[in-house]
């Protein structure tokens, strides 16, 4: 499975983005994966954001929840996170990843998120 990240940018406090993240999933079912959202920020240690699983229940850090929304597409192949109310120490590289038990994980490269104060 290959995942391609896309949507981050520079953004003031306050502002939203939506990242997306769009697998090949090669003849495997998409649907059949549960996905992520890491971020990792400089200096520190990849942490999880939000998750959805293949039913589509979705589990959000504390740093986030009420903030992000994160929301799958079977259809395309893609899962997305809708950030609002940016904060600054919300600037971090942005991962998807794929998982699936019995088979194993994915990462994508990840997209650049920076929020100015």
Do not use: H
């Not at 971020?39 to 959805?52: D, H, M």
């Not at 959000?60 to 120490?89: C, H, W």
Request: hydrophobic share 30%; charged share 15%.
């Amino acid at each position: 499975v290959q995942l391609q990240a896309s949507g981050g940018g520079l953004v003031q406090a306050g502002g939203s983005l939506r990242l997306s993240c769009v697998a090949s999933a090669s003849g495997r079912t998409f649907s059949g994966y549960d996905m992520d959202w890491y971020r990792q920020a400089p200096g520190k240690q990849r942490e999880l954001v939000a998750s959805i699983s293949r039913s589509s229940s979705t589990n959000y850090s504390d740093a986030v929840k009420g903030r992000f929304t994160i929301s799958r597409d079977n259809a395309k192949n893609t899962v997305n996170l809708q950030m609002n109310n940016l904060k600054p120490e919300d600037t971090a590289g942005y991962y998807c990843k794929a998982v699936r038990l019995g088979v194993g994980f994915y990462w994508g490269q990840g997209t650049l998120v920076t929020v100015s104060s």
